[in-house]
């Protein structure tokens, strides 16, 4: 119970390590990861939603994948910002569908707050001034292995936005309250866009705990763009069959050219291939 409530109050990444070791909480080999020197590594958005990536020019006027929105876009918003991209954002979560209409009415408008530390922003935020319909792509259906209708359970804490496809959070219940939802193969999604594999330079998946099936079926069918930035959910309450998942997935993605390059010390990972 005390880790899932180190995931969602979200305390600074250093005290959930010191956290984490007093506790003796089991830890994956993965996450004592050291970060990888010789690339340009830099972080967008706020402390609660943002990532790491590599900075490179291939990422001008890009289209990427942003799986998993929540109510904290900073990442999508300063990415979109920085590189005139195109952001597919997919989460068919309701709270989240409602904070991106949000921000769609508030585009063109300056940033007038700082961020929050938890995970829901006030749109007054956003750095909007830059941004237009043209950069934002919004699916409301979730990424999955396959095209299918499906649960969405619900968190365990009411005031938590992310809803989760496997329900790590519940022992990997089926049982437990959840919504349904359309879900699609990044694959399938791709191809009703027009999209080709090589028009994706970067995804990034905080999908809690479909990320596993997720990118297992990307490499399957070969979409494998240069920077995969993943949020391995399962991390945050410890089990052997949420290390097991992770292990083999982070295995397939060394098999497959990828390199570990940066790890939070928690559960966010940027790969690059």
């Given amino acids: 119970m005390l880790n899932i409530l180190l995931k969602k109050i979200r ?88 904070h991106f209409n949000q921000i769609v009415n508030s585009l063109g408008n300056p940033s007038k707050l700082k961020y929050s530390k938890d995970g829901c922003q006030p749109i007054d935020a956003y750095d909007l001034s830059s941004i237009t319909k043209d950069n934002f792509l919004f699916v409301t259906k979730a990424l999955w292995n396959k095209n299918t209708f499906l649960k969405f359970f619900e968190p365990t804490n009411p005031h938590d936005v992310s809803h989760s496809i496997v ?5 990997y219940s089926e049982n437990t309250k959840s919504i349904e939802v359309e879900a699609v193969t990044l694959d399938s999604l791709l191809l009703d866009l027009n999209l080709n594999a090589s028009d994706i330079h970067l995804m990034k998946f905080d999908i809690e705990g479909a990320e596993i099936e997720v990118i297992k079926r990307c490499i399957d069918v070969g979409i494998m763009p240069r920077q995969i930035l993943v949020e391995f959910d399962e991390l945050h309450i410890p089990s052997s069959k949420g290390f097991s998942r992770v292990s083999m997935v982070d295995e397939l993605l060394r098999d497959n050219g990828y390199k570990l390059l940066k790890t939070d010390g928690n559960a966010d990972f940027l790969y690059y291939k």
Avoid: C
């Fill in 11 to 98: 305390f600074p990444r250093l005290l959930k390590l010191i956290y984490r070791k007093i506790r003796k909480i089991p830890r994956h080999s993965i996450q004592d990861t050291k970060t990888v020197g010789g690339f340009n590594i830099i972080y967008l958005g706020s402390n609660y939603g943002g990532w790491s990536f590599v900075d490179d020019d291939s990422l001008k006027e890009s289209t990427i994948i942003s799986a998993g929105l929540g109510e904290d876009a900073s990442f999508d918003v300063e990415f979109a910002a920085k590189y005139n991209a195109k952001i597919i954002i997919v989460d068919p979560t309701p709270r989240a569908i409602n």
């Fill in 167 to 171: 329900n790590y959070q519940n022992n």
